[in-house]
């Protein structure tokens, strides 16, 4: 096979902005991710299913279990270089037609610089990262009301079988070896695409800052109890107040260093991202 001419996209990335289509970021992928319990390690084949507010019925499958520290700014990173370094359709050598995939090529040192994780130390824990990644599906069967069908276009649901193949391919100098990807359609960026700045995911060093980053790439506020809170974010801890002071709040004053708002009112807590 060889790489034919670079697709055009509506969008051209910088390299820190990810951009994905909104059910990812609305349902989607880290509800499978969670705080690292204490010598903990990946367990395989996970499935996570749930019912949102609009009553979509979401389904994700990962080969092994997403935390947010790695994952979620390893996920977010991978994309952002992909669309900053493009897409190129593969062409049969022997038909001249295309075989119905893409291709992507970057250095895996700009990789280790947007995660910010060392080079020799991180590189099997970055590898770990990226293959589990790429086995996630995801599938959202949408609730068929009017207002839900309209607001959907009157897609029937969403459905990504996996996010890419990767190889990486050894190469001495600086840069280091490449990252060669076959990422999903779903991965070209549009107008219509939602973006999450990978650079800023990658700074936050608290599992839960990260969920509430995630949270709010959607929306540009959210209001809640404790509780409230607690349940958005999928947190499995039971203990409300320990949460709150051991969790929640150390999370909210890493935001704020990260220019969100917080508010604080009666018991519930207003959060928002910078504009």
């Known amino acids: 096979m060889n790489v034919c001419h670079q697709i055009e996209t509506e969008v051209q990335g ?135 069908m309209e607001r959907h276009r009157y897609s029937d649901g969403f459905h990504m079988a996996s996010f890419w193949d990767m190889n990486i391919i050894p190469k001495r100098g600086r840069s280091g070896s490449l990252v060669e990807v076959f990422p999903s359609k779903y991965l070209l960026p549009n107008k219509r695409s939602l973006w999450a700045d990978a650079e800023l995911c990658n700074s936050l060093k608290s599992d839960t800052a990260r969920a509430i980053f995630w949270s709010l790439i959607c929306r540009q506020h959210y209001k809640g109890s404790i509780e409230q809170w607690r349940n958005l974010l999928g947190s499995k801890y039971q203990a409300l107040r320990n949460w709150r002071r051991d969790h929640f709040l150390p999370a909210l004053n890493e935001l704020s260093r990260h220019r969100y708002t917080i508010l604080e009112d009666e018991g519930c807590y207003t959060v928002k991202r910078p504009k």
Do not use: W
């Open 14 to 148: 910088d390299g820190k902005l990810a951009y994905l289509p909104h059910p990812v970021f609305q349902n989607t992928l880290f509800l499978c991710t969670r705080t690292r319990n204490q010598d903990e390690y990946r367990k395989r084949n996970i499935t996570v299913e749930l019912t949102n507010t609009f009553r979509d019925k979401i389904t994700v499958r990962s080969a092994r279990t997403l935390f947010a520290c790695p994952d979620m700014g390893v996920f977010l990173a991978t994309v952002a270089l992909i669309q900053k370094h493009g897409f190129h359709d593969l062409i049969d050598s022997v038909t001249g037609e295309t075989v119905g995939r893409v291709r992507s090529i970057f250095p895996i040192g700009e990789l280790y610089d947007l995660t910010g994780m060392g080079r020799s130390s991180a590189r099997e824990r970055l590898l770990t990262s990226l293959e589990t990644l790429g086995s996630v599906s995801v599938s959202v069967k949408y609730a068929k009301t009017p207002d839900n």
